[in-house]
């Protein structure tokens, strides 16, 4: 069964740092690519960032490029998030989900295909 | 980016009815968009990718239709637990450029 679990979740100040994890287990994790998507408190859904199988490959929403950083250590089974220069709009549930992932034609589609339970990252005065 | 806008915002139907969802993209996307389920307090679920193909161990009374700029979930027979938010997400230019629709609450009537 695949399993995703985050932690790393709390309430900090603007500008401060935190740093989330995700540990999963049930697959060949390093076979996938793997992302983290949050949602704020009432509102959608939004992509942060994607890492490749092989950490060869990392991508950024513009809206956190410059302040967080991905990572994966594959021998742990284990995804990061490195969160500095937190803002109020950060606020959110941050979600750690497996992408599903279809290359042709020089062009790449995918998909989440599992989450975890996800873990709340508060950024308060 | 391409948008993706999601019609109804909400919907209330009752046990048995069939629903379908509407997602539209600001430009063509081929049949990459999927659809996912969130109940509340819990992490989405995929139902439905590549337009119409279900994901494993969903329920076949959910089906998706559609390609290029318009797209439909559809639910033949509404059960006690499908009430909750769906989304649509594009899956052109995967990762950057993956964009999610706002969302449809399905509520019991």
């Known amino acids: 069964e695949v399993q995703l679990v985050e932690s790393g979740g709390g309430l900090v100040k603007p500008g401060g740092s935190l740093r989330l994890s995700c540990a999963a287990s049930?697959?060949?994790?390093?076979?996938?690519?793997m992302n983290w998507v949050r949602q704020a408190p009432g509102k959608g859904l939004e992509w942060v960032s994607s890492?490749?199988?092989?950490?060869?490959?990392?991508y950024y929403a513009d809206s956190v490029k410059g302040r967080f950083t991905i990572s994966r250590d594959n021998a742990k089974n284990s995804l990061y998030l490195q969160m500095n220069s937190l803002r109020a709009e950060d606020t959110a549930v941050y979600y750690c989900a497996r992408g599903k992932v279809d290359c042709s034609g020089g062009s790449c589609y995918g998909y989440f295909d599992y989450w975890g339970q996800g873990t709340l990252v508060t950024v308060s005065s | 980016d391409i948008q993706m806008t999601q019609s109804p915002s909400s919907v209330s139907a009752s046990v048995g009815d069939r629903v379908t969802i509407t997602c539209r993209a600001s430009q063509g996307i081929s049949s990459w968009l999927a659809w996912y389920q969130q109940k509340p307090g819990k992490a989405p679920k995929l139902l439905i990718y590549?337009?119409?193909s279900l994901q494993s161990g969903v329920p076949s009374r959910f089906s998706g239709s559609g390609s290029g700029t318009d797209f439909t979930l559809t639910i033949s027979s509404l059960q006690p637990e499908d009430f909750a938010t769906y989304y649509c997400q594009q899956a052109n230019s995967f990762p950057l450029g993956v964009t999610f629709g706002q969302g449809t609450r399905l509520e019991i009537k």
């Open positions: 049930g697959f060949t994790f390093s076979s996938y690519s």
């Open positions: 890492i490749s199988s092989s950490s060869s490959y990392i």
């Open positions: 590549a337009a119409s």
